[in-house]
């Protein structure tokens, strides 16, 4: 059980770049979500997923696309990076939504040149 | 918008003591799930405490313990005998229908 993997651990992009950001979890969870982290801010949502087939935006959307083609898999995409965009971006999984205690991929340090 | 408001960026604790840290949030919602998370220097987000805000009861995991006062908006994390290891960033979150804010965080020093 390897709870909430994320890959790859750290990137630099140039501006202009699209990627990938990779986020897996193996505990059936029907609830991922992706939060950058920025010094000085906490985490903030970006996109959210309550199953496959289904996304939504959260308090941070615009320049990343989500999808959820499985349960197990909810990839983060940079279109265009932009400098704005360097932080560390953090994949979690709830079995569901509410009170259920969240688990935190390590996270992936992302900078753009 | 929801808002969340950690006004210590900054705590520091002798080894043994007792702290709180504190949080306060901003909602029209009825219905909604308060956190506290650690985040120590491996960047690792770690669970702390959670409570539910239709339950009056503070939440308490062993030397943690939370008061929560629902009308004034406020959801504070009291630690106990600290350790060493209880040092790192403290973050303070809501969850509600369609939405999870994070505080800006405090960071906890422990003396030993």
């Known amino acids: 059980n390897a709870g909430v993997t994320q890959t790859p651990k750290f990137q630099v992009l140039k501006t202009g770049q699209s990627m990938t950001l990779q986020c897996a979890q193996d505990?059936?969870?029907?609830?991922m979500s992706w939060y950058r982290q920025d010094p000085g801010m906490g985490l903030r949502l970006i996109h959210y997923?309550?199953?496959?087939?289904?996304?939504d935006q959260g308090e941070v959307p615009n320049g990343y696309n989500v999808s959820r083609s499985t349960t197990e898999d909810f990839p983060l995409r940079l279109l265009s990076a932009a400098p704005s965009q360097t932080s560390v971006y953090f994949c979690a999984s709830s079995y569901k939504w509410g009170v259920e205690t969240q688990y935190f991929g390590p996270g992936t340090r992302l900078l753009v040149l | 918008a929801q808002t969340v408001t950690q006004s210590q960026p900054e705590m520091s604790v002798q080894e043994a003591e007792t702290v709180t840290l504190s949080c306060t949030y901003d909602t029209s919602e009825s219905d909604y799930y308060l956190f506290w998370y650690k985040q120590p220097p491996s960047r690792q987000m770690i669970l702390v405490i959670r409570?539910?805000?239709?339950?009056?009861q503070n939440a308490t995991e062993n030397r943690f313990s939370v008061n929560f006062q629902k009308a004034a908006k406020s959801f504070s994390l009291k630690i106990s005998d600290s350790q060493l290891g209880d040092a790192a960033m403290y973050f303070c979150?809501?969850?509600?229908?369609?939405?999870?804010?994070f505080g800006a965080g405090t960071r906890l020093t422990v003396k030993p």
């Open positions: 997923s309550v199953g496959a087939g289904i996304t």
């Open positions: 979150a809501y969850r509600g229908i369609n939405d999870m804010r």
């Open positions: 409570q539910e805000a239709y339950k009056q």
């Open positions: 505990m059936n969870h029907e609830y």
